[in-house]
């Protein structure tokens, strides 16, 4: 059965370090894969996305990487800040093209001061 | 732009009863979907609509369904509620149809609890 999986421990890291949130996925073919934030009690929000034939994308302070032959995903937060301290979502979308994203459950990240 | 609108924030019902949701998509969006976030289950997929037509299902019973209309908002219904069905409800719109480079805004979700 498909399968998306992400780090179900909440990452703790000190300010200005960088944060590393893992997004695997099994019996998958995503055409792109996407990077949401969610606040408690609020809707998540688009950060990134990531097509199949892209190796790496950069926003700001963030990137993500896409392995396919990994089916792997990486969100790089660099010299992360306590307002970082959300729940991150991964979500792969197939190709297609109809808006239905399988979401990860999710990684909680905890940045200190 | 005004950003995605759910409403109500929060609702109480009883096992049994029936529930409508509703969302207002941003202006010139299309597409509508809905997903049921759980504790346990995560984030998943229940519909999604576009120009009134239901496109794609996710695994849920017949007692979850949902209607778009002309102006693009949409309603989610839910029949004889039990207590699993609680849970925060999410809807996203996004502007396009079949295009595969698009982002989901959220709206902020309604909370259901069912007692």
């Known amino acids: 059965s498909q399968k998306i999986e992400q780090n179900s421990e909440a990452l703790n890291i000190q300010e200005g370090k960088t944060a590393t949130l893992t997004c695997n996925y099994t019996n998958y073919s995503p055409a792109y894969l996407q990077w949401y934030r969610q606040d408690p009690g609020r809707g998540p929000v688009f950060l990134l996305l990531i097509r199949e034939n892209e190796k790496e994308k950069r926003k700001e302070r963030l990137k993500v990487t896409f392995d396919t032959t990994l089916k792997q995903s990486l969100f790089h937060i660099t010299a992360s800040q306590p307002a970082d301290s959300a729940t991150y979502l991964c979500?792969?979308?197939?190709?297609?093209?109809?808006?239905?994203?399988?979401f990860g459950t999710g990684t909680r990240l905890l940045v200190s001061p | 732009k005004a950003g995605v609108t759910q409403t109500p924030r929060y609702l109480i019902k009883t096992r049994g009863q029936q529930v409508t949701l509703s969302c207002s998509p941003i202006?010139?969006?299309?597409?509508v979907s809905w997903y049921q976030q759980t504790p346990g289950q995560g984030l998943q997929f229940l519909f999604e609509?576009?120009?009134?037509?239901?496109?794609n299902k996710g695994n849920f019973p017949g007692r979850f369904s949902g209607r778009q209309f002309s102006n693009s908002r949409s309603e989610m219904n839910v029949s004889t509620l039990e207590l699993g069905d609680s849970a925060l409800y999410l809807c996203a719109s996004s502007p396009y149809g079949r295009h595969l480079n698009t982002e989901a805004f959220f709206g902020q979700g309604t909370r259901l609890t069912v007692v």
């Open positions: 609509y576009f120009s009134e037509t239901q496109r």
């Open positions: 979500a792969l979308v197939n190709d297609t093209g109809f808006q239905k994203l399988v």
């Open positions: 202006s010139g969006h299309r597409s």
